[in-house]
Structure formats: structure tokens, C-alpha cells
């Protein structure tokens, strides 16, 4: 049985919420718009969500939310980014960096930052063979240039993915 944290709360919101199937994770802002409201933040398995998973957060929301408060339902924007890595001696097969570089991504939440050392240690992870011929690997992103921090209601995506020169379309249009 599911733990309950009643009624009326940003926690049972939450709880509400993320019991709902295709619902990846929600946060819960208290006045988020101003006194009497409540801005719930949330994250689909498909963006944009469909509309009849939209009406049932909605019901979910209804239901759990105090009765006076103004209830603000946001559904996350990708923002693609195009990131194009060099990768200086080492051998390695483009689909390990590939698979690496997206679940990064992909493991990022809605609001959280692309940070270019961390994609840079998990390429360096996945290719390490903890042999000491290749200490000399050289992994750098140029492009983004700089860390990328989404808006609170952003969740970052690739949508190109360069790899020495070859490109990879992961998403976008």
C-alpha cells in the first residue's frame, strides 16, 4: 500500500501526482504565483503530455489541492542543445559515447543544469580501459560553451550530437 501524506499538502500533491501513470517527477511550488497559489511542476514520459494524461493530473490536482488555492499546472519546454565533443587519443566506438553523452542528458530533471565537466568525466569513465597506454586521452566539449542552466521549467534535451566531426541527430524537429 502507498504511503499517504493526506490532503491539502505540497507533499501529498507530490505523492498525488507522481502515482499517476507517465508522470516521471513533479515539484511542488507554494506561491508560485502569489498568495493562495500552488505551481505544480510536472515531468512526462512525452512531451508534450498527451491531453488525456494533462486531464488526469488535473482530476489528481483538484482532488488534493486546499480548497482557496489556485492550483498552477506547468508542463516542462525542452531546451535542445547542440554538444560536439573532441576525443584526441584514444580509440573508441562512437555508439559508447553516444549511449554515455544521452543518458546524461536524459538523467537530467526538469530545471537541472548540463554541466560540461560532468558529461566530460562520463565519456572519460565509459572510455578509461584502466590501461596505462591510454592516461592520455583528451575529451573536450566545445560546444556548448559554458554550462547550460535551464529555467525552472526547462528540461534539457540534445539535440545533435558531434563526435569528432560525425554528427548524431538525437532529437529536436
Do not use: H, W
Not at 590501461?131 to 586521452?137: A, L, R, S
Request: charged share 20%; aromatic share 6%; proline share 5%.
Amino acid at each position: 500500500m502507498a504511503k499517504s501524506f493526506g490532503k491539502c499538502t505540497d507533499s501529498a500533491i507530490k505523492f498525488a501526482v507522481e502515482e499517476v501513470d507517465g508522470v516521471l517527477s513533479c515539484t511542488v511550488v507554494d506561491m508560485m504565483n502569489g498568495v493562495g497559489t500552488t505551481g505544480v511542476i510536472v515531468s512526462t514520459s512525452v512531451i508534450p503530455p498527451p491531453p488525456e494524461l494533462t486531464a488526469e493530473i488535473g482530476s489528481v490536482v483538484k482532488d488534493t489541492k486546499a480548497s482557496g488555492i489556485k492550483a498552477f499546472i506547468v508542463y516542462p519546454t525542452i531546451n535542445y542543445i547542440n554538444v560536439n565533443v573532441t576525443i584526441t587519443n584514444a580509440e573508441f566506438d562512437d555508439n559508447a559515447v553516444v549511449e554515455t553523452v544521452s543518458n546524461y542528458v536524459n538523467s537530467l530533471d526538469i530545471g537541472q543544469s548540463f554541466i560540461i565537466f560532468q558529461a566530460e568525466r562520463k565519456i572519460g569513465n565509459v572510455l578509461d580501459t584502466n590501461d596505462v597506454d591510454n592516461d592520455d586521452i583528451d575529451i573536450t566539449i566545445t560546444e556548448p560553451t559554458s554550462n547550460r542552466v535551464p529555467t525552472p521549467t526547462e528540461i534539457i534535451r540534445v539535440d545533435t550530437l558531434t563526435i569528432n566531426g560525425t554528427s548524431y541527430k538525437l532529437g529536436g524537429e
